[in-house]
């Protein structure tokens, strides 16, 4: 395997945002360093895809796909965590392009999973001709429909939430 020149990452990125972050917040001297963290964060992704892909095809015991892969998930985690504590925006795909809001990001989700089980749907409903792909295609709309429902509720609940917050903001401020 070839080792990466960290002195040219700027070109393995996935966002292609890293040239404007540079430019924008390396005046100071911590935000070259988180900038380097936003490139690992892209790079752990990046890994994490491609062990999920890995898992997919290789369903022995000889390497360890399933605890990598939790390993991976955790790690970006705590990376995005990190850049957010920091103020500086993960990636658009990891909630960067939003307001860090919950609600935003359930949004996000909702119009994500919208789709996908859109597209599932169209493939499951065609007539079965015995391909092996329909089995797990119906799997995925099933917990697809079921991440909906849950996105939905919480949702629901956030929005409940800020109303109950926003009535006790106005019933305090009549109050003299």
């Known amino acids: 395997m070839t080792a990466i020149d960290h002195t040219q990452l700027h070109a393995l990125s996935v966002s292609g945002l890293e040239r404007d972050f540079h430019r924008r917040y390396t005046a100071h001297p911590d935000h070259a360093e988180l900038h380097q963290l936003r490139l690992a964060l892209d790079l752990q992704v990046d890994s994490m895809l491609l062990a ?18 939790i390993e991976d998930l955790e790690l970006a985690q705590v990376l995005t965590a990190a850049l957010v504590e920091s103020q ?28 996908m089980e ?38 629901a609940a ?11 903001g106005g019933e305090s401020s009549t109050d003299p």
């Not at 999920?52 to 892969?69: K, S, Y």
């Not at 956030?158 to 006790?168: D, F, K």
């Open 52 to 69: 999920l892909g890995a898992a997919a095809r290789d369903h022995t015991d000889h390497v360890p796909w399933q605890r990598w892969l």
């Open 88 to 115: 500086v925006e993960p990636t658009p795909a990891l909630g960067g392009a939003t307001s860090g809001m919950a609600r935003d990001s359930l949004d996000n989700l909702v119009a994500r999973y919208a789709s």
């Open 158 to 168: 956030i929005h409940e939430r800020a109303a109950a917050v926003r009535q006790a």
């Open 118 to 155: 859109e597209l599932l749907h169209a493939a499951v409903r065609r007539p079965h001709t015995g391909q092996s792909w329909r089995a797990a295609a119906s799997h995925a709309l099933i917990r697809c429909r079921t991440r909906l429902e849950e996105l939905h509720l919480h949702r």
